[in-house]
C-alpha cells in the first residue's frame, strides 16, 4: 500500500471512522497471519492473535504518530499479543494440526509428487526444529526468513538496537541448526 | 535421516553441520550475518567476500547459513481456503460497542423520563403500584435473560464457526 493512501486511512480511522480501516486489515492481514502462524504454530491461535491485534491497534490509533511508519507498529502489537498468549497459556506453540491447516504453495503444484513430497517432509522437520528453539530465537527467524524485514525493521518490530539484530540472527540460526542436528538431520 | 532441504546438486560444494560458531575473528557473527542478509555497504561486503574466499571454514560457514535460509524462504506456506478474512470479527468488535451504548443510554433516558412522567401524573396510587410492579418485573426478567445469554457467548467454543 502506498504509504501515502496509509497516511490518509489511518487519518481517517483516527478520526473515528472505523469503515476505513478494513483496506489496512485486508493490506496487512497476509503478513500478520504468516507471522502469527510462525509464533503461534497453528492457524487457529494465529487468528486469534491476529484479530485481536487489528482491535489493539485501531484502539491506539489516536496515540500513533503519523510521521511513523504503520506497518512496523503494527507489527511489534501482533507479536506482543503473540507472546502475551503463549505466556497465559492460553495458547502454546502446537504443530499438531499444522499440516492439516496449511497448503503449499501454488508453485509446488508443478513439481512432480516426489519433490513434493520431498518438500513436506522439509516443511515438517524445519517446524519441528522451530518448535524446539523457543520463542526468541523463532520470532526472529520468522521476521526474517518468512516476512523477509530489512534488519533496521526488525529492531523496529521487536525494540532492540539495529545492532543487536544480526547477533539474535546469528544465535537464533545456530540454534535452528543445532535442533536440526538433535532431530538427527545429516546435511549432504 | 537424510536433510531433504538442500540437495547436493543444489549445494554442490557440500557442508557440514557441527562447526557452526567457528568464525575466524577477523569477520564477526554479526558481519557474517550482514553479509548473508545483504545488510552490508558495498565496501564492508567486499572485505568480507575477501575475507570468505581466504578462508574455507568461512566458506563452509556461508554456505550452511545460505542453503538454511534459502530452504526456510522455500518453506513459506500458505493456509489458503481455510483462512477467512479476521476483518468481520474485527468490525463486529469495533463497531456494535458504540451501537450498544447509544442503545443503553437511549433506552436510560427515556425510562427516567417516563418513570417521571408517571410518578407526577395524577393517576391512583394503586394503579400506579401496579403498573411500576409489572414493568420493573419485566426489566429484571429481561435483565436476567441478556446477562445469562452474554456469560454463555462468552464462554462458547463455536462463537467463531462459520456456518
Not at chain 1, 111 to 131: K, V, Y
Request: glycine share 6%; net charge negative.
Amino acid at each position: 500500500m502506498r504509504p501515502d493512501l496509509e497516511r490518509e486511512l489511518i487519518r481517517k480511522c483516527k478520526a473515528g471512522d472505523a469503515r476505513f480501516y478494513e483496506p489496512l486489515v485486508r493490506a496487512y492481514e497476509p503478513p500478520g497471519l504468516r507471522l502469527a502462524i510462525g509464533m503461534m504454530g497453528n492457524l487457529e491461535d494465529a487468528r486469534d492473535a491476529l484479530q485481536e491485534a487489528f482491535i489493539k491497534t485501531y484502539q491506539s490509533l489516536p496515540r500513533f504518530d503519523l510521521k511513523r511508519p504503520f506497518g512496523p507498529w503494527f507489527f511489534q502489537i501482533l507479536r506482543n499479543q503473540c507472546r502475551d498468549m503463549l505466556r497465559s497459556r492460553k495458547a502454546r506453540f502446537n504443530l499438531e494440526t499444522l499440516d492439516e491447516q496449511l497448503e503449499l504453495r501454488p508453485a509446488d503444484a508443478e513439481q512432480g509428487p516426489e519433490r513434493r513430497r520431498e518438500r513436506a517432509t522439509a516443511r515438517d522437520l524445519l517446524w519441528r526444529a522451530l518448535e524446539r528453539i523457543g520463542e526468541e530465537h523463532r520470532e526472529i527467524l520468522v521476521l526474517k526468513e518468512l516476512e523477509g524485514f530489512r534488519y533496521a525493521e526488525i529492531a523496529a518490530i521487536l525494540g532492540i538496537p539495529e545492532g543487536t539484530v544480526a547477533s539474535r540472527l546469528f544465535h537464533a540460526r545456530r540454534a535452528l541448526k543445532e535442533a536440526l542436528d538433535d532431530m538427527g538431520v545429516e546435511y549432504p | 535421516m537424510t536433510w531433504v532441504l538442500s540437495t547436493r546438486e543444489e549445494h554442490p560444494q557440500g557442508y557440514r553441520s557441527r562447526e557452526i560458531g567457528v568464525v575466524p575473528e577477523r569477520v564477526t557473527h554479526e558481519e557474517l550475518m550482514c553479509f548473508i542478509d545483504g545488510e552490508l555497504s558495498p565496501e564492508e561486503a567486499r572485505r568480507v567476500e575477501a575475507e570468505i574466499v581466504a578462508s574455507t571454514e568461512l566458506q563452509r560457514e556461508v554456505a550452511v547459513f545460505r542453503a538454511m535460509k534459502a530452504d526456510f524462504q522455500d518453506l513459506t506456506f500458505d493456509p489458503g481456503d481455510r483462512h477467512h478474512s479476521v476483518w468481520d470479527s474485527v468490525n463486529r468488535r469495533l463497531t456494535r460497542p458504540i451501537g450498544w451504548l447509544l442503545l443503553i443510554v437511549g433506552v436510560a433516558i427515556w425510562t427516567a423520563y417516563g418513570g417521571y412522567v408517571f410518578a407526577t401524573s395524577p393517576t391512583n396510587p394503586w394503579e400506579k403500584l401496579a403498573t411500576g410492579a409489572v414493568a420493573i418485573g419485566i426489566l429484571l426478567l429481561l435483565a436476567s435473560v441478556i446477562w445469562d445469554r452474554y456469560r454463555e457467548s462468552l464462554n462458547d467454543p463455536y462463537h467463531d464457526v462459520y456456518r
